[in-house]
């Protein structure tokens, strides 16, 4: 396996095709993987512990540790950030709907210095096109600078995000506020305020298929009104 400084984690909610395409990406790529099942239906959980005997990751079933319903981001990070610690290692965060390339990891970790908090991979669409969440880089000319790695104020997305070892240790996630769903915003804050540096590498794109765990979510760009009106009366997507 590569890079042993990396813990390379995966949240799963069905979505198990997908899912599926995002695991074996990695594993091809040479890292070992930990996928943490949020409650996904019995079929996929299942299809994801045949995975875990034919691909040698590790899965976490999070209805084994909890009966909140998903999402548990909160209780990912957690469970996460403790087991990192103990391995000193830097955390890896790639979700269900990213597919990696070979040397995407691997690349990320060539950016890990002191005083850095965070260092995430650009999400394009499958033409190679910056989408969600960092579809502003069209706005801001970035294209211009491609090849450069770039310290950014604006919020990251854990879309394919390390969050270093440095970061981990002045980062408390026991302190996650219960009543949010997502923490990409928060610990991008936490980063900066510690004085960190957080890096968006535009030259190490990772395809990205948005929402392709959680459908629903689409609804913001194609129905905004039912998307929020769910959003507010159900209580979803708290960030």
């Not at 103990?86 to 990696?100: G, M, R, T």
């Not at 690349?107 to 960092?134: C, I, K, W």
């Not at 990409?184 to 804050?189: L, Q």
């Not at 936490?190 to 459908?215: C, D, E, K, Q, T």
Request: glycine residues 2%.
């Amino acid at each position: 396996m590569k890079d042993h400084q990396l813990h390379i984690i995966m949240p799963v909610k069905d979505s198990i095709e997908m899912a599926e395409r995002a695991i074996r990406a990695i594993i091809d790529s040479g890292h070992m993987l930990y996928v943490y099942d949020d409650h996904s239906l019995s079929e996929n959980a299942q299809r994801l512990d045949e995975l875990a005997k034919e691909l040698g990751i590790k899965v976490i079933h999070l209805s084994d540790i909890t009966n909140h319903p998903s999402p548990n981001y909160r209780l990912v990070l957690q469970l996460a950030q403790k087991q990192v610690l103990s391995e000193h290692k830097h955390l890896v965060i790639v979700e269900s709907d990213v597919i990696i390339q070979g040397n995407t990891l691997s690349r990320m970790l060539s950016e890990v210095q002191e005083g850095v908090g965070m260092v995430a991979a650009v999400t394009v669409d499958e033409s190679g096109v910056y989408n969600f969440p960092y579809h502003y880089l069209h706005r801001l000319r970035y294209r211009l600078y491609r090849k450069q790695t770039i310290a950014t104020k604006k919020r990251f997305s854990f879309c394919c995000t390390l969050l270093t070892n440095e970061l981990l240790q002045n980062a408390d996630f026991q302190l996650l506020d219960p009543t949010k769903n997502w923490f990409d915003v928060t610990i991008s804050h936490w980063s900066l305020r510690l004085g960190l540096r957080n890096l968006l590498m535009l030259n190490n794109p990772v395809v990205h298929f948005p929402h392709a765990s959680r459908p629903w979510k689409r609804l913001k760009y194609t129905h905004p009104l039912r998307y929020y009106w769910r959003k507010f009366t159900q209580q979803l997507d708290k960030i």
